[in-house]
């Protein structure tokens, strides 16, 4: 017989009690798509939430990163509870910006993620340096009624904030359409955001991590690694005159 992975199991049930702290009755279970995790959205009687399951030993980090964030007053999902490979923490309500981005082209998301990344690589430095998401993608961030969310942080990291800028470029730019004027002219308002934001030029800085970025997915996409390698090319030049 085979198992249902969809299924939450019996210690992600343990998980969520120890979190809620009350026996709860559970209506809904979602499986989420993760690259390597496994990520359930549980509805119950008390709340919905989400219940991470991790396989990369990153659960401490995420946690870590989460109560930290949340400290200094930025939108990350609350952490309710951990153990060795579990989290259960606060679900956000609201849509993807890789689709308000990349297929809807708003402006107003491309602002925010900018604001957002200039007010977390700000709030979180200390005297070890930077902290940095490491996995600044767009999938990663939420827009809810209110306000704009991270909710995947399980790789941040010390490092150049310019590392980030260059992920969340590289996402705009090498998602269809590719490399369109409205694309880059996204790309550069949301740089803009981020400069007006934290007081820092970044526009060339970032231009080499945009193109390491994108020369990375050309080894992913081999359907289009032709186009990706040609706009890091460019890049690498100089950013295009968009008429």
Request: net charge neutral.
């Amino acid at each position: 017989m085979l198992s249902d992975f969809t299924a939450l199991d019996s210690l992600g049930f343990e998980a969520l009690k120890n979190a809620l702290n009350q026996r709860v009755v559970v209506n809904k279970v979602t499986l989420l798509p993760s690259g390597v995790n496994r990520v359930w959205v549980v509805e119950t009687n008390v709340r919905p939430v989400v219940v991470k399951r991790f396989f990369t030993g990153k659960a401490g980090t995420e946690f870590e990163t989460l109560l930290r964030a949340r400290a200094r007053g930025i939108f990350v999902p609350l952490p309710f509870w951990k153990d060795k490979e579990y989290i259960v923490e606060e679900y956000i309500e609201g849509e993807g910006c890789d689709r308000l981005i990349n297929h809807l082209f708003r402006f107003d998301i491309a602002d925010k993620i900018g604001t957002w990344l200039a007010d977390f690589h700000e709030r979180l430095l200390d005297d070890r340096g930077h902290t940095i998401l490491g996995d600044a993608i767009l999938s990663n961030f939420i827009c809810s009624e209110q306000n704009l969310f991270c909710v995947d942080l399980e790789d941040a990291r010390l490092g150049a904030p310019v590392e980030d800028l260059g992920q969340v470029s590289a996402c705009i730019l090498g998602s269809e359409p590719f490399f369109t004027p409205i694309k880059f002219d996204l790309c550069l308002r949301l740089l803009s955001s981020y400069e007006n934001a934290s007081g820092t030029d970044v526009k060339e800085q970032v231009r080499p991590h945009i193109s390491k970025r994108l020369r990375s997915d050309a080894r992913k996409k081999p359907l289009f690694r032709r186009t990706l390698v040609a706009a890091a090319r460019g890049l690498e030049r100089g950013w295009p005159e968009i008429h």
